[in-house]
């Protein structure tokens, strides 16, 4: 299976997140990739497709909260599926403190992060 994607790479991702780094997260994910934001006016919140688009919606993401964090991920593969949980942390555009949990679940094809679906709780008060 020379073409699975392992824990590591999901790591990798993350960390790439982390650090604010769009080439990095890109370089992971192949030409046709899809980012399905949590947030946007669509059941599914946003849908970027394609790395041009994946990249908007990424650098959406760091502008709305420059200090974002996904913290403690802890991730699972089954075959060609995968999950990141994690509990982000930001200051939103307002000012106010966000702290969440929320979980990244992933489709893999051939070695890289085809498909990256994106949820979140919505803390009140």
């Known amino acids: 299976m020379a073409d699975a994607v392992s824990i590591s ?22 030409e046709d990739c899809v980012f399905e934001a949590s947030r946007g006016p669509d059941v599914k919140g946003t849908i970027f497709t394609g790395q041009a688009a994946v990249r908007r919606g990424i650098e959406e993401v760091f502008a709305t909260f420059p200090d974002a964090r996904w913290n403690n991920p802890k991730h699972f593969i089954a075959g060609d599926r995968g999950v990141s949980e994690w509990v ?8 106010a403190h966000v702290e969440v949990q929320g979980c990244d ?14 949820y979140r709780k919505q803390r009140t008060g």
């Open 105 to 118: 679940v992933f489709t893999f094809r051939n070695g890289k992060i085809a498909v990256k679906n994106s």
């Open 88 to 95: 982000f942390t930001a200051t939103g555009p307002d000012g």
């Open 9 to 30: 790479v999901l790591e990798e991702f993350a960390a790439a997140w982390n650090r604010h780094a769009p080439d990095a997260i890109l370089s992971m994910m192949p």
